[in-house]
């Protein structure tokens, strides 16, 4: 899933791209939530004794635990958030699909063998491994997004790549996603650990794509052919190159082309009929829904239409779901708070204070302030 | 080199009171003709601005200007160690990474010095355009703390209304509702106790109590509070540091959705 790597190489070489706030913080922006993966991450996480938790009958319901009670989160802290399904994947997935079926595959036969020998600890570890996320699922989050009056939208192709449409056009201020990928598409804003748990207390990761840019010193084609070399799941990478040499690369050459006229073949070996052009291609115009005509509203929750589906259908606890439904009201009375930054416009930056005070001090001084400056000075 | 001296140290512990539960961290900006500091805190609803003169201060050089970030708990903790009559220094070189903090008592007889480690922070800086507002409204500061409070005590947010009656805070929730209205005083004995409105235009702007109530750490500072309102703008709420400059709070105000 996404690009390898990336999350940790941007901490390491732009880290002023990086941010971490917490999630009252966001108290009035809109945010597109790439759903399909929310939806893997609750079948995966929400469980009760290593066991995914269902209704009477015997139908998984962590998914519609998780929908409900995360968006709550989102919703009492002010964010106003909307869903992105995953359309059909695209073409250029089939490898990386193909090889995640070959995963699962071994991780059934692991689980098999778990299951003999009565090894509890694989047992869960591999049942998780089999996760699947099935058209029911997203049809019933959908279901249940509907009563409780959060928009969503089902993206042509990669959500992923729609939630990014929607954040550059301004129709959301971000994206939550744990996908790096969504930066390749181009979204201004990633936030990660948005839906996670209340109780896992992890701050939200925000990630400003036109800082790492700028930190990195590359525009954003040279930024998707970094992502290409590291490992996204169009094509296949370099054999050989990690993150340090495909920044390095990518610095020097500017663009795959020139990278690979300048490699070392018989050191690394290219694959072979490589389909980095087509990756490249689907990173600039991915399929997306034109984000000028999607409208976002967001409703009143319907707490019956809520209660009969929960309780009746899916065996939650009346109280609970209209507790939720309550919350989803009043989140929506009142008015919410302005920020300072619409009324007032950002000075640019005069360089930051160790820069200034390195442009005009005497150069013997340099010297004895740059052995003197130790780790305490970076703050952040 | 910079150097600034004051020998009424308590007020630059009540400045430090006054922001440190609103702002983590800050940079102090040492020039030639003062200290200031703006800083928004981290949701971007408010944001605070200190002003400190330079002939404020007892002695003050700064030879080259100076950007200070610190973290303001620290700071704070540092200032703890001064008793409320103690002559307070700072000091810093031209380069350094680091601040020292003096204090002397005023027999002289004890000198306390800690230093402070410097951080470099990247904070956006706001130009604020000069406003004409509508209502500017001067009352009690002490008044002004007990207001917020009483109110915070029924909903999460007051509304400031004034007219030419005089100024009306009120709060709604649900136990109830709760309103306080504050007349112009007619008799002006002492300045400083008056309630006084000028006033432009009526103005009505709902206000979040949390923010409110951290302002009020404010009060020590001075014994009048200025506060400031146009429509849709933010609202600034002003003190007076001794007489060595002031210290304004700007506050986002509600704003009705539109999308709903």
Known sequence: MGILGLAKLIADVAPSAVKENEI?????????????????????????EGNMLTNADGEVTSHLMGFFYRTIRMVDN??????????????????????RQERREEAQKALEKAEEAGNVEDIDKFSRRLVKVTKTHSEEAKTLLRLMGIPYIEAPCEAEAQCAALAKAGKVYAVATE????????????????????????????????????????????????????GCDYCDSIRGIGPKRAIELISKHRNIEEI????????????????????????????????????????????????????????????????GSKKLVKARSGSTQGRLDT????????????????????????KKSKSGRGSSKRGR | MFEARLV???????????????????????????????????????????????????????????????DLTSMSKILKCAANDDIITMKAQDNADTVTFIFESPSQEKVSDYEMKLMNLDQDHLGIPETDYACVIKLPSGEFARICRDL??????????????????????????????????????????????????????????????????????????????????PLVVEYSIGDIGQIQYFLAPKIDDQDT
């Open chain 1, 24 to 48: 009252k913080n966001y108290f009035g922006r809109k945010v597109a939530v790439d759903a399909s993966m929310s939806l893997y991450q609750f079948l995966v996480a929400v469980r009760q």
């Open chain 1, 78 to 99: 002010g964010i106003k958030p909307m869903y992105v399904f995953d359309g059909k994947p695209p073409t250029m997935k089939g490898g990386e699909l193909a090889k």
């Open chain 1, 179 to 230: 996908d790096m990928d969504a930066l390749t598409f181009q979204t201004p804003v990633l936030l990660r650990h948005m839906t996670f748990s209340e109780a896992r207390k992890m701050p939200i990761k925000e990630f400003h794509l036109s800082k790492v840019l700028e930190e990195l010193n590359i525009n954003h084609e040279e930024f998707i052919d970094l992502c290409i070399l590291l």
């Open chain 1, 260 to 323: 690979l006229k300048h490699l070392d073949k018989k050191k690394y070996s290219v694959p072979e009929d490589w389909a980095y052009t087509e990756a490249r291609r689907l990173f600039m115009e991915p399929e997306v829904a034109d984000p000028a005509d999607i409208d976002l509203k967001w409703t009143d929750p319907d707490e019956e239409g809520l209660v009969k589906y929960m309780c009746e259908e899916k065996g939650f606890n009346e109280d609970r779901i209209r507790s």
């Open chain 1, 343 to 366: 009324f007032f416009k950002v000075l640019p930056q005069p360089s930051s204070g160790v820069n200034k005070r390195k442009s005009n001090e005497k150069p013997e001084s340099a």
């Open chain 2, 8 to 70: 009424q140290g308590s007020l630059l512990k009540k400045v430090l009171d006054a922001i440190k539960e609103l702002l983590n961290e800050a940079s102090w900006d040492c020039a030639d003709s003062g200290i200031q500091l703006q800083a928004m805190d981290n949701s971007h609803v408010s944001l605070v601005s200190v002003n400190l003169r330079a002939e404020g201060f007892d002695k003050y050089r700064c030879d080259r200007n100076l950007i200070m970030g610190m």
């Open chain 2, 152 to 233: 915070s005590n029924f909903g999460e947010s007051i509304v400031i209304a004034c007219s030419k009656e005089g100024v009306k805070f009120s709060a709604a929730g649900d136990i109830g509702t709760g309103n306080i209205k504050l007349a112009q005083t007619s008799s002006v004995d002492k300045e400083e106790e008056a309630v006084i409105i000028e006033m432009q235009e009526p103005v009505t702007l709902t206000f979040a109590c949390r923010y409110l109530n951290m302002f009020t750490k404010a009060t020590p500072l001075s014994p009048q509070v200025s506060l400031s309102m146009s429509p849709d703008v």
